[in-house]
């Protein structure tokens, strides 16, 4: 009878492993067909035009958008939910998030040091896109069924678009159900405690899947408390955990980047070279790593995808235009900061020649140079970067969810939420990733599209408000 017993769970694990590696094929082929030339054009091209069309406007008044964020402007009668501040905290809280500490470390080890260069080229056309797409979020904003109004890709398509476009309104908000589930971030946190906290001390020893299923509960039961209060929770929680995670993760790398201030150039030069050559990545393939650091730089800063304007949809301002100046902060923070910062101390280390990928590469890193305590420290910002992030993405899906459905469903999808971060844990990076990459390039295509058809509107906007400034 054991026997017997013994059989039939080795077919079902059997089964099980079998049924993983199909899907695992089946994304990577999916993600192949999505993430081709049209899309790295759509997106990179798009924010060279929004660039040199802007005259380059954003980026000449980077400062007032600083200012902004003080809450010099800030009006508590004006229509919206959040403060500008929180705004920015609340998209910093999806963005600054796994794809800064994980992501960068998965570009790296699979694409080379040369990936961080294309991050780098996909921020900064990046910035310019934020800002046409989030002063488009309060241009062009919605209401729910509720009567309560509303921003996002999704009702930029309807109201600035019109009906014949709904579709592409509809493709976003399908697309963001799927891609607003936290399966990487929640799948990386489980590996970092597994890695560093579970192993080490011998807990689950004989059953890895347990204790990864043991922290997706925990970390449910904590995103709950968070994300059932709604926007004003999640920005609130944001808005002050996010200026904290961030602090503490950029002082003990710039502990490591100072003491290892002499290689800077050399990998700065390692970093410019690789970009043109394409050696680290298989096959040697320059597109390849191309594609690999816009991508990595798509999910960490968002530029494009549309999760950002939702955020910024719930701004409090009558002025679009101050909005899109605050978003275009983010992808500076973001990639321009933290994700060149998380890059040079996995170069500067030496680790990224192991076999090593994702959180674990970026805490062997730190464990390298700062020993335990360091380990100890990056410990505690994943802890801060993925549930922050868990926060934010909450509310994209239950916007996408309102828009498909109506406001009634929004606590169903809150259920289904927190059970994809259990499930998310128990899952390979592989499918995680492809996954969101996948949902990605849909959200952006529809973003993207409407952001370049109502450009002209920004324009005439933008030039409105700085000749009443």
Request: net charge neutral; with cysteine; glycine share 10%.
């Amino acid at each position: 009878m054991e026997l017997e017993k013994l059989t039939i769970l080795e077919r079902i694990k059997g089964l099980t492993v079998s049924m993983l590696e199909r899907i695992e094929s089946l994304t990577v082929s999916m993600v192949d067909l999505v993430w081709g030339t049209p899309l790295i054009i759509l997106l990179v091209g798009g924010g060279f035009y929004f660039m040199l069309y802007s005259k380059f406007i954003p980026f000449r008044h980077f400062g007032h958008g600083l200012a902004i964020l003080t809450g010099k402007y800030d009006d508590p009668n004006d229509p919206g939910q959040i403060s500008h501040f929180q705004a920015l905290s609340s998209a910093l809280a999806s963005t600054v998030g796994m794809g800064n500490i994980g992501g960068v470390a998965i570009a790296i080890h699979t694409g080379g040091p040369g990936a961080l260069f294309w991050m780098w080229v996909s921020a900064i056309v990046g910035m310019a896109t934020k800002f046409f797409t989030c002063t488009l979020s309060i241009m062009y904003r919605g209401k729910d069924d509720r009567g309560e109004v509303q921003g996002g890709p999704m009702y930029v398509v309807e109201e600035g678009l019109g009906k014949a476009y709904k579709p592409l309104a509809i493709l976003f908000s399908v697309a963001g159900l799927i891609g607003c589930m936290v399966l990487f971030q929640a799948n990386q946190l489980a590996q970092m405690v597994r890695d560093l906290v579970y192993v080490p001390n011998g807990f689950f020893s004989e059953n890895s899947i347990a204790g990864d299923l043991t922290t997706g509960i925990i970390a449910a039961l904590i995103v709950s408390t968070v994300i059932f209060g709604g926007i004003k929770r999640i920005g609130l929680v944001a808005s002050r955990l996010v200026p904290f995670m961030v602090a503490i993760y950029l002082l003990a790398a710039l502990i490591i980047l100072f003491e290892n201030f002499g290689k800077i150039p050399a990998i700065f030069t390692s970093i410019i070279q690789d970009a043109f050559t394409g050696d680290a990545v298989l096959g040697g393939s320059l597109g390849a790593i191309i594609i690999l650091g816009i991508k990595r730089a798509a999910f960490s800063n968002e530029a494009g995808i549309g999760t950002e304007a939702m955020a910024h949809g719930a701004a409090k301002t009558k002025e679009p235009v101050r909005e899109g100046l605050v978003a275009m902060v983010g992808p500076f923070i973001d990639t321009i900061v933290v994700c060149s910062i998380t890059g040079f101390v996995i170069l500067v280390s030496g680790v990224h020649a192991s076999d090593a990928n994702g959180v674990t590469l970026t805490a062997m890193a730190f464990e390298a140079e700062l020993g335990g305590w360091g380990e100890a420290l990056l410990v505690l910002a994943v802890l801060c970067f993925s549930l922050s992030t868990m926060f934010g993405y909450s509310y994209y899906g239950r916007k996408c969810t309102s828009y498909l459905f109506g406001t009634k469903w929004k606590p169903v999808y809150n259920v289904i939420y927190v059970l994809s971060i259990v499930l998310a844990a128990i899952v390979s990076i592989d499918i995680a990733i492809n996954i969101v990459d996948i949902m990605f390039a849909l959200m952006a295509i529809p973003t993207m599209i409407s952001a370049i058809l109502l450009s002209p509107k920004v324009m005439a906007e933008t030039k409105r408000y700085f000749s009443s400034q």
